[in-house]
């Protein structure tokens, strides 16, 4: 009977050191969040490389930040293009930009934002207006936006946690 009282007793204790423990699946040590980050930065640049042109074969200009989110275990890139426009007397315009936001290991757009008349709204001090629209990361929705600040907010989660 003794033994049996140890055994139970021990059953007990190991799992609730077990229920304790914080080797969760979803808890990364700092090395592997590390070997995540760089392996995000990698796969990053190798989109880039990819998908811009070779410099000096583009009027455009083009950059990206990576971030490894921890929190969704995901690879994003915030690609950004400044893209000058052209009159009919083939004379330079204003400038257009395009955001997209991507999850890299997927190949998925999770949003998009086309901003055009920078250099007036910068004279004007309008809010960088636009249109685009990117998935929600909390409601997996669609959200349109109309503004940079908008587009801004709606990014930061992906790119920030």
Same mark, same amino acid.
């Given at each position: 009977?003794? +033994?049996?009282?140890?055994? !139970? ?62 929190? #969704? ?8 293009? !400044?893209?000058?426009?052209? *009159?009919? &007397? ?9 955001? #997209?936001?991507? *999850? !890299? &290991?997927? +190949? +998925? ?7 055009? +008349?920078? *250099?007036? /709204? ?14 929600? !990361? ?10 940079? /600040? *908008? ?11």
């Amino acid at each position: 009977m003794l +033994n049996r009282m140890f055994y !139970i007793l021990c059953i007990m204790l190991l799992v609730t050191s077990s229920c304790n423990s914080n080797t969760n699946s979803n808890t990364k040590s700092a090395k592997e969040v590390y070997e995540l980050q760089e392996r995000c930065q990698k796969s990053a640049d190798a989109w880039f490389q990819e998908n811009t042109p070779k410099a000096g074969e583009s009027t455009s200009t083009f950059e990206y930040r990576n971030h490894y989110n921890k929190k #969704l275990n995901k690879c994003f890139v915030l690609f950004t293009a !400044i893209v000058p426009t052209w *009159d009919s &007397n083939n004379k330079r315009g204003d400038t257009g930009e395009r955001n #997209l936001l991507m *999850d !890299i &290991n997927e +190949n +998925n757009e999770i949003g998009e934002f086309w901003q055009f +008349n920078i *250099d007036a /709204d910068k004279k004007s001090g309008e809010n960088k207006r636009g249109y685009g629209d990117l998935i929600d !990361i909390e409601s997996s929705k669609q959200i349109k936006c109309d503004n940079k /600040d *908008d587009w801004d907010k709606l990014v930061k989660p992906y790119m920030e946690e």
